[in-house]
């Protein structure tokens, strides 16, 4: 079946123009995480959505960012007046509630530049 | 601190050698550890997971989990060509619900060379 797809796989901008990135999660997946990766560091965790419930938006580094989910599918990161820190790769990754191995999913990654 | 440390320098080896990678981690209530695989420009794939202390073997691949002195390392046998890409260790608290994000390590690029 089909995987985690994200879009656009690529987005250049700049600075302080708005950017909206997509994920669409595998068909069943309740809960669905977002994270950053920066070139040179680890996975940053940023946002979990889990099926109607409220998000934990403890990992999002500031109020520029925010996200949304439509029940249990597509969710998409909003990113306003980007910065040219907020470069980076975004992955998105989905994984079945209830899963005590909690195996997530990733999406191949939207690499955002901001110019 | 941060919560989980990989030294993320490259590690170069010649094809048939073994490679071996580890991560040190803080938090002792972390009980589910996993290492993923990520080629260029793709996402993370899970590669191994182990829950609490001991040892797992997958073909090539073993993992070991020593929750005593908070270390993970993952070993490859055999190394082929096919093995280069970036490894990640994770971690996780686990549980059946719940926000159960993972926390990364920097990450580790290794190139087998033929």
């Known amino acids: 079946g089909a995987g985690v797809s994200q879009s656009p796989s690529n987005k250049v901008t700049e600075k302080g123009k708005d950017v909206e990135l997509r994920c669409d999660p595998i068909?069943?997946?309740?809960?669905l995480y977002w994270y950053r990766q920066r070139l040179g560091q680890g996975l940053e965790f940023l946002i979990y959505?889990?099926?109607?419930?409220?998000?934990?938006k403890s990992g999002l580094p500031s109020d520029r960012f925010s996200a949304e989910r439509t029940g249990e599918s597509v969710s998409t990161l909003t990113i306003q007046r980007t910065q040219q820190e907020d470069s980076a790769v975004y992955l998105c990754?989905?994984?079945?509630?209830?899963?005590?191995?909690?195996?997530?999913?990733f999406g191949p990654g939207t690499r955002l530049t901001v110019l | 601190q941060k919560e989980v440390e990989q030294d993320p320098g490259p590690l170069s080896v010649p094809e048939g050698a073994i490679v071996s990678l580890n991560c040190t981690y803080s938090?002792?209530?972390?009980?589910?550890f996993m290492w993923y695989r990520q080629y260029s420009r793709k996402g993370p794939e899970l590669l191994m997971y182990?829950?609490?202390?001991g040892n797992k073997e997958d073909g090539r691949f073993t993992a070991q989990v020593d929750k005593s002195s908070k270390y993970i390392s993952l070993f490859i046998r055999d190394s082929q060509p096919s093995d280069s890409a970036t490894y990640l260790c994770?971690?996780?608290?686990?549980?059946?619900?719940?926000?159960?994000?993972?926390?990364f390590g920097k990450g580790n690029q290794v190139v087998v060379i033929p």
């Open positions: 990754a989905s994984s079945l509630s209830g899963d005590l191995r909690n195996e997530q999913f």
């Open positions: 068909s069943g997946h309740t809960a």
């Open positions: 959505f889990q099926g109607n419930s409220a998000p934990d």
């Open positions: 938090n002792s209530a972390f009980q589910y």
């Open positions: 182990t829950y609490s202390s």
């Open positions: 994770a971690m996780s608290l686990g549980g059946f619900y719940g926000n159960n994000r993972l926390a």
